[in-house]
Protein backbone atom coordinates (compact mmCIF):
# COMPACT_ATOMS: atom_id res chain seq x y z
CA UNK A 1 0.00 0.00 0.00
CA UNK A 2 1.47 3.61 -0.80
CA UNK A 3 2.46 6.00 1.86
CA UNK A 4 1.24 8.91 0.70
CA UNK A 5 -2.05 10.52 -0.82
CA UNK A 6 -2.27 13.75 -2.83
CA UNK A 7 -5.04 16.25 -2.88
CA UNK A 8 -5.99 19.24 -5.18
CA UNK A 9 -6.16 22.79 -3.20
CA UNK A 10 -7.45 25.67 -4.78
CA UNK A 11 -5.00 28.34 -4.48
CA UNK A 12 -6.79 31.75 -6.06
CA UNK A 13 -9.61 32.71 -7.11
CA UNK A 14 -10.58 32.78 -10.74
CA UNK A 15 -11.33 36.08 -12.86
CA UNK A 16 -13.01 34.66 -15.88
CA UNK A 17 -11.39 31.21 -17.04
CA UNK A 18 -9.23 29.49 -14.49
CA UNK A 19 -6.29 28.09 -15.21
CA UNK A 20 -3.73 24.88 -14.15
CA UNK A 21 -2.41 27.93 -11.95
CA UNK A 22 -5.76 27.99 -10.03
CA UNK A 23 -5.08 24.55 -8.65
CA UNK A 24 -1.77 22.54 -6.68
CA UNK A 25 -1.32 18.99 -5.99
CA UNK A 26 -0.48 18.37 -2.56
CA UNK A 27 1.15 15.82 -1.11
CA UNK A 28 0.59 14.46 2.25
CA UNK A 29 1.08 11.16 4.35
CA UNK A 30 -1.72 8.47 4.24
CA UNK A 31 -4.62 8.91 6.50
CA UNK A 32 -5.37 6.84 9.16
CA UNK A 33 -8.90 5.47 9.78
CA UNK A 34 -10.10 6.38 13.82
CA UNK A 35 -12.70 3.90 15.20
CA UNK A 36 -15.56 4.25 13.54
CA UNK A 37 -14.52 5.54 9.54
CA UNK A 38 -12.38 3.93 7.17
CA UNK A 39 -10.14 4.82 4.77
CA UNK A 40 -11.42 4.69 0.83
CA UNK A 41 -8.73 4.42 -2.02
CA UNK A 42 -10.45 6.51 -5.24
CA UNK A 43 -11.12 5.44 -7.76
CA UNK A 44 -13.60 7.42 -10.15
CA UNK A 45 -13.96 10.64 -9.80
CA UNK A 46 -16.61 13.32 -11.52
CA UNK A 47 -15.56 16.93 -12.14
CA UNK A 48 -18.53 18.59 -13.14
CA UNK A 49 -19.80 22.37 -14.23
CA UNK A 50 -20.70 23.19 -10.42
CA UNK A 51 -17.32 22.98 -9.76
CA UNK A 52 -16.39 25.91 -11.28
CA UNK A 53 -19.27 28.43 -9.56
CA UNK A 54 -17.80 26.74 -6.68
CA UNK A 55 -14.31 28.02 -7.61
CA UNK A 56 -15.74 31.73 -6.79
CA UNK A 57 -16.03 31.31 -2.93
CA UNK A 58 -17.44 28.36 -1.98
CA UNK A 59 -14.29 26.42 -2.53
CA UNK A 60 -11.94 26.97 1.10
CA UNK A 61 -8.63 28.15 -0.88
CA UNK A 62 -5.54 26.20 -0.19
CA UNK A 63 -7.68 22.99 0.77
CA UNK A 64 -9.32 20.12 -0.37
CA UNK A 65 -11.80 20.15 -2.61
CA UNK A 66 -15.29 18.22 -2.75
CA UNK A 67 -16.79 16.40 -5.69
CA UNK A 68 -18.76 13.11 -6.36
CA UNK A 69 -16.56 10.00 -6.48
CA UNK A 70 -16.11 6.18 -6.28
CA UNK A 71 -13.89 4.46 -4.15
CA UNK A 72 -13.00 1.05 -2.77
CA UNK A 73 -12.74 0.81 1.13
CA UNK A 74 -9.00 -0.62 2.01
CA UNK A 75 -8.76 -0.32 5.90
CA UNK A 76 -12.02 -0.11 8.21
CA UNK A 77 -12.71 0.53 11.96
CA UNK A 78 -16.50 0.45 11.44
CA UNK A 79 -18.63 -2.78 10.48
CA UNK A 80 -20.82 -0.55 8.68
CA UNK A 81 -18.17 -0.28 5.91
CA UNK A 82 -16.84 -3.13 4.79
CA UNK A 83 -12.92 -3.62 3.30
CA UNK A 84 -13.10 -4.12 -0.53
CA UNK A 85 -16.76 -2.00 -0.91
CA UNK A 86 -17.07 -0.07 -3.52
CA UNK A 87 -18.55 3.28 -1.83
CA UNK A 88 -19.63 6.68 -2.65
CA UNK A 89 -18.76 9.82 -0.92
CA UNK A 90 -18.30 13.29 -1.90
CA UNK A 91 -14.45 14.18 -1.08
CA UNK A 92 -13.48 13.53 -4.16
CA UNK A 93 -10.18 15.52 -5.67
CA UNK A 94 -7.67 13.54 -3.51
CA UNK A 95 -6.69 10.00 -3.98
CA UNK A 96 -7.21 8.63 -0.11
CA UNK A 97 -9.90 9.98 2.36
CA UNK A 98 -11.57 8.94 5.44
CA UNK A 99 -15.31 8.22 5.66
CA UNK A 100 -17.72 7.38 8.24
CA UNK A 101 -20.94 5.63 7.30
CA UNK A 102 -22.97 8.74 7.08
CA UNK A 103 -20.56 10.14 4.14
CA UNK A 104 -20.58 7.57 2.11
CA UNK A 105 -22.97 4.80 0.98
CA UNK A 106 -22.41 1.50 -0.97
CA UNK A 107 -22.54 1.49 -4.53
CA UNK A 108 -25.27 -1.44 -5.84
CA UNK A 109 -23.48 -3.56 -8.84
CA UNK A 110 -25.56 -4.55 -11.56
CA UNK A 111 -24.79 -7.17 -14.05
CA UNK A 112 -23.35 -5.71 -17.59
CA UNK A 113 -23.22 -1.97 -15.99
CA UNK A 114 -19.60 -0.51 -15.48
CA UNK A 115 -19.21 1.26 -12.55
CA UNK A 116 -18.55 4.85 -14.42
CA UNK A 117 -22.43 4.89 -14.34
CA UNK A 118 -22.78 5.59 -10.85
CA UNK A 119 -20.63 8.90 -11.68
CA UNK A 120 -22.99 9.56 -15.19
CA UNK A 121 -26.44 8.62 -16.12
CA UNK A 122 -27.13 6.41 -12.57
CA UNK A 123 -25.19 9.19 -10.77
CA UNK A 124 -26.24 13.02 -10.05
CA UNK A 125 -25.56 13.96 -13.67
CA UNK A 126 -28.32 11.52 -14.35
CA UNK A 127 -30.28 12.28 -11.70
CA UNK A 128 -30.41 15.54 -12.39
CA UNK A 129 -31.99 14.79 -15.78
CA UNK A 130 -34.84 12.19 -14.18
CA UNK A 131 -35.89 15.16 -11.72
CA UNK A 132 -35.61 17.62 -13.93
CA UNK A 133 -37.95 15.78 -16.99
CA UNK A 134 -40.18 14.02 -13.92
CA UNK A 135 -40.23 16.11 -10.87
CA UNK A 136 -39.66 19.97 -12.49
CA UNK A 137 -41.07 19.52 -16.22
CA UNK A 138 -43.84 16.81 -15.94
CA UNK A 139 -42.85 15.55 -19.15
CA UNK A 140 -45.82 14.04 -20.78
CA UNK A 141 -45.44 11.46 -23.99
CA UNK A 142 -45.43 13.35 -27.25
CA UNK A 143 -44.53 16.32 -26.02
CA UNK A 144 -41.44 18.35 -27.97
CA UNK A 145 -38.42 19.64 -25.83
CA UNK A 146 -35.27 21.42 -26.37
CA UNK A 147 -31.76 20.70 -24.32
CA UNK A 148 -29.17 23.52 -24.81
CA UNK A 149 -25.92 22.13 -24.01
CA UNK A 150 -27.45 18.76 -25.35
CA UNK A 151 -23.49 16.88 -25.97
CA UNK A 152 -22.73 17.08 -21.92
CA UNK A 153 -23.77 15.01 -19.41
CA UNK A 154 -27.17 16.12 -18.14
CA UNK A 155 -27.65 16.80 -22.03
CA UNK A 156 -27.20 13.37 -23.15
CA UNK A 157 -28.98 11.61 -19.99
CA UNK A 158 -32.02 14.46 -21.13
CA UNK A 159 -32.02 13.07 -24.53
CA UNK A 160 -32.22 9.02 -22.99
CA UNK A 161 -34.08 9.65 -20.83
CA UNK A 162 -36.41 11.80 -22.84
CA UNK A 163 -36.69 9.75 -25.88
CA UNK A 164 -37.02 6.72 -23.21
CA UNK A 165 -40.64 8.31 -21.22
CA UNK A 166 -41.93 9.17 -25.35
CA UNK A 167 -41.14 12.50 -25.95
CA UNK A 168 -42.34 13.76 -29.40
CA UNK A 169 -39.69 16.46 -31.27
CA UNK A 170 -36.17 16.15 -29.48
CA UNK A 171 -33.98 19.12 -30.76
CA UNK A 172 -30.38 19.55 -28.54
CA UNK A 173 -27.46 22.40 -28.99
CA UNK A 174 -23.89 21.73 -29.58
CA UNK A 175 -20.72 23.09 -30.05
CA UNK A 176 -19.64 21.72 -33.28
CA UNK A 177 -21.17 19.81 -35.75
CA UNK A 178 -19.57 16.81 -35.27
CA UNK A 179 -21.19 16.57 -31.02
CA UNK A 180 -24.71 17.41 -33.42
CA UNK A 181 -23.94 14.23 -35.29
CA UNK A 182 -23.43 12.16 -32.32
CA UNK A 183 -26.29 13.36 -30.70
CA UNK A 184 -28.42 12.84 -33.53
CA UNK A 185 -27.06 9.39 -34.70
CA UNK A 186 -26.42 7.85 -31.21
CA UNK A 187 -28.47 9.97 -28.59
CA UNK A 188 -32.19 9.81 -30.16
CA UNK A 189 -32.29 13.62 -30.98
CA UNK A 190 -33.91 14.72 -33.68
CA UNK A 191 -32.31 17.59 -34.81
CA UNK A 192 -28.92 19.26 -32.76
CA UNK A 193 -27.57 22.72 -34.62
CA UNK A 194 -24.11 24.28 -33.84
CA UNK A 195 -24.86 27.22 -31.66
CA UNK A 196 -21.98 28.85 -33.31
CA UNK A 197 -23.58 29.16 -36.50
CA UNK A 198 -26.00 31.86 -36.36
CA UNK A 199 -28.10 33.52 -33.53
CA UNK A 200 -29.51 31.00 -31.26
CA UNK A 201 -33.35 32.17 -31.77
CA UNK A 202 -32.78 31.64 -35.65
CA UNK A 203 -31.49 27.92 -35.25
CA UNK A 204 -34.08 26.83 -32.94
CA UNK A 205 -37.04 28.17 -35.56
CA UNK A 206 -35.64 26.09 -38.05
CA UNK A 207 -35.14 23.29 -35.44
CA UNK A 208 -38.75 23.27 -34.22
CA UNK A 209 -40.64 25.40 -36.47
CA UNK A 210 -43.94 24.52 -34.65
CA UNK A 211 -42.12 25.13 -31.36
CA UNK A 212 -41.71 23.46 -28.13
CA UNK A 213 -43.43 22.57 -24.78
CA UNK A 214 -40.45 21.96 -22.34
CA UNK A 215 -36.90 23.72 -22.35
CA UNK A 216 -34.42 22.39 -20.56
CA UNK A 217 -31.48 25.01 -19.67
CA UNK A 218 -28.42 24.04 -18.65
CA UNK A 219 -26.81 27.48 -20.75
CA UNK A 220 -29.06 30.41 -19.84
CA UNK A 221 -28.32 34.04 -22.23
CA UNK A 222 -29.20 33.92 -25.52
CA UNK A 223 -30.38 30.34 -25.18
CA UNK A 224 -33.10 31.14 -22.91
CA UNK A 225 -34.53 33.83 -24.76
CA UNK A 226 -34.66 31.97 -27.69
CA UNK A 227 -36.34 28.99 -26.16
CA UNK A 228 -38.61 31.56 -24.07
CA UNK A 229 -39.82 32.76 -27.91
CA UNK A 230 -40.46 29.15 -29.25
CA UNK A 231 -42.10 28.02 -26.35
CA UNK A 232 -45.70 27.27 -26.58
CA UNK A 233 -48.96 28.41 -24.30
CA UNK A 234 -48.38 27.01 -21.14
CA UNK A 235 -44.95 25.79 -21.94
CA UNK A 236 -42.22 25.00 -19.05
CA UNK A 237 -38.72 26.10 -18.29
CA UNK A 238 -36.30 23.79 -16.26
CA UNK A 239 -33.49 25.45 -15.00
CA UNK A 240 -30.53 23.73 -14.61
CA UNK A 241 -27.19 26.01 -15.07
CA UNK A 242 -25.74 28.80 -16.92
CA UNK A 243 -22.53 27.64 -17.93
CA UNK A 244 -22.38 30.27 -20.44
CA UNK A 245 -21.98 33.04 -17.50
CA UNK A 246 -19.69 31.12 -15.11
CA UNK A 247 -16.53 32.30 -16.72
CA UNK A 248 -18.02 35.24 -18.20
CA UNK A 249 -16.22 38.58 -17.01
CA UNK A 250 -18.78 41.32 -18.43
CA UNK A 251 -22.20 42.46 -18.09
CA UNK A 252 -24.80 39.22 -18.19
CA UNK A 253 -26.85 38.84 -20.90
CA UNK A 254 -30.37 41.03 -20.88
CA UNK A 255 -33.36 38.44 -21.24
CA UNK A 256 -35.39 40.92 -23.70
CA UNK A 257 -38.73 39.08 -24.27
CA UNK A 258 -39.47 38.75 -20.84
CA UNK A 259 -42.68 39.70 -21.34
CA UNK A 260 -43.93 36.56 -22.95
CA UNK A 261 -43.62 34.26 -19.43
CA UNK A 262 -46.55 36.13 -19.07
CA UNK A 263 -48.36 36.51 -22.45
CA UNK A 264 -47.99 32.44 -23.22
CA UNK A 265 -48.38 31.84 -19.60
CA UNK A 266 -44.75 29.78 -19.03
CA UNK A 267 -43.60 28.50 -16.02
CA UNK A 268 -39.81 28.66 -15.40
CA UNK A 269 -38.61 26.80 -12.18
CA UNK A 270 -34.96 25.51 -10.85
CA UNK A 271 -34.14 23.13 -8.43
CA UNK A 272 -30.61 21.51 -6.74
CA UNK A 273 -30.53 17.85 -7.72
CA UNK A 274 -29.26 17.63 -3.76
CA UNK A 275 -32.63 18.29 -2.69
CA UNK A 276 -33.92 14.82 -4.45
CA UNK A 277 -31.82 12.14 -3.36
CA UNK A 278 -35.10 9.98 -2.62
CA UNK A 279 -35.10 9.14 -6.28
CA UNK A 280 -32.04 7.63 -6.64
CA UNK A 281 -33.98 3.97 -6.62
CA UNK A 282 -36.58 5.17 -8.40
CA UNK A 283 -33.97 6.25 -11.02
CA UNK A 284 -32.23 2.85 -10.86
CA UNK A 285 -35.33 1.29 -11.58
CA UNK A 286 -35.85 3.32 -14.64
CA UNK A 287 -32.72 2.91 -16.55
CA UNK A 288 -30.76 -0.14 -15.53
CA UNK A 289 -32.93 -2.36 -17.28
CA UNK A 290 -32.31 -0.25 -20.17
CA UNK A 291 -28.56 -0.13 -19.99
CA UNK A 292 -28.46 -3.95 -19.66
CA UNK A 293 -30.49 -4.64 -22.53
CA UNK A 294 -28.27 -2.34 -24.60
CA UNK A 295 -31.27 0.07 -25.47
CA UNK A 296 -29.63 2.67 -24.14
CA UNK A 297 -25.64 3.35 -23.72
CA UNK A 298 -23.14 5.53 -21.91
CA UNK A 299 -22.21 8.68 -23.05
CA UNK A 300 -18.74 9.00 -20.68
CA UNK A 301 -15.63 10.59 -22.01
CA UNK A 302 -12.86 9.14 -19.56
CA UNK A 303 -9.39 10.67 -19.11
CA UNK A 304 -6.78 8.44 -17.32
CA UNK A 305 -4.82 9.04 -13.74
CA UNK A 306 -5.48 11.43 -11.35
CA UNK A 307 -2.61 13.48 -12.51
CA UNK A 308 -4.85 14.70 -15.09
CA UNK A 309 -8.15 15.96 -12.93
CA UNK A 310 -7.62 19.77 -13.35
CA UNK A 311 -6.89 18.93 -17.03
CA UNK A 312 -10.09 17.05 -17.43
CA UNK A 313 -11.50 19.68 -15.53
CA UNK A 314 -10.83 22.43 -17.74
CA UNK A 315 -11.16 20.29 -20.58
CA UNK A 316 -15.01 19.73 -19.37
CA UNK A 317 -15.51 24.09 -19.31
CA UNK A 318 -13.97 24.28 -23.06
CA UNK A 319 -16.75 21.61 -24.60
CA UNK A 320 -13.67 18.75 -24.95
CA UNK A 321 -15.99 16.13 -23.71
CA UNK A 322 -19.06 14.08 -25.28
CA UNK A 323 -21.20 13.15 -22.11
CA UNK A 324 -19.90 12.64 -18.54
CA UNK A 325 -16.24 13.53 -17.94
CA UNK A 326 -14.99 11.29 -15.74
CA UNK A 327 -11.40 10.83 -14.63
CA UNK A 328 -10.61 7.23 -13.74
CA UNK A 329 -7.11 5.75 -11.85
CA UNK A 330 -4.97 3.72 -12.91
CA UNK A 331 -5.73 -0.16 -12.67
CA UNK A 332 -9.26 1.11 -11.13
CA UNK A 333 -11.92 -1.75 -10.50
CA UNK A 334 -15.04 -2.24 -12.35
Not at 130 to 137: C, E, N
Not at 174 to 195: C, I, N, Q, R, S
Not at 249 to 275: A, H, Q
Request: glycine letters at 12%; zero cysteines; proline letters at 5%.
Amino acid sequence: MTETALTVHQTARPHGFPTPDHFAFVESPLPQPAPGTALVENQYWSVDPYHREMMDGDFALNAPLEGRTLGRVIASRDPALREGEIVFHRQGWRTHTVVTPDEARAVPRFDGVPLSAHLSILGGTGLTAYVGLTRIAELREGQDLFVSAAAGGVGTATGRLARLMGAGRLVGSAGTAAKAAYLTEHVGYDEVFDYHAGPTADLLAKAAPEGIDLYMDNVGGEHLEAAISSLREYGRIVRIGTIAQYNSTGTPYTLRNLPDIVEKSLRMEGFLVRNHYQVQEELNAFVVPHLQSGRIGLDETVVDGFGSIVDAFLGMLRGENLGKIIVRAAGAVD
